[in-house]
């Protein structure tokens, strides 16, 4: 069973940076396929960027590239998202969610098996 919990949200100004952490528990944490997801009030969960150690490959939606980069701490069980030049539009409730199959890095909330409680990150105009 893996546990998955985020921590860094909060609000900022548009323009500026957050990252935002998601410390795993349980083993084979390095075999996973790990995500950032993000749900904003009346919208569908939409995937952020996904990492897959095994493969060295990453995933981010066009809305963030060149902005966010997601990264991963296998001796610390931890994946991060460092997110820069926020703007308004990334409010929402980000997701972390693990895959434990970890084949390539699926774009769909649909095959990660297991998912963090949120965090809140709110971008003021």
């Known amino acids: 069973q893996v546990h998955l919990v985020e921590s860094g949200g909060g609000l900022v100004q548009a323009g500026g940076s957050l990252r935002l952490s998601c410390a795993a528990s349980?083993?084979?944490?390095?075999?996973?396929?790990m995500g950032w997801f993000r749900q904003a009030p009346g919208k569908e969960r939409e995937i952020v960027a996904g990492?897959?150690?095994?493969?060295?490959?990453?995933y981010y939606a066009d809305s963030v590239k060149g902005r966010f980069t997601i990264s991963r701490d296998n001796t610390r069980n931890t994946v991060y998202l460092q997110m820069n030049s926020l703007k308004p539009e990334d409010t929402a409730l980000y997701f972390c969610?693990?895959?434990?199959?970890?084949?390539?890095?699926?774009?769909?909330?649909?095959?990660?098996?297991?998912w963090g409680q949120g965090t809140q990150v709110t971008v003021s105009s």
């Open positions: 969610a693990a895959d434990a199959y970890g084949l390539g890095v699926p774009r769909t909330p649909g095959p990660y098996d297991h």
């Open positions: 349980g083993r084979s944490f390095s075999s996973y396929t």
């Open positions: 990492i897959n150690w095994r493969i060295s490959s990453t």
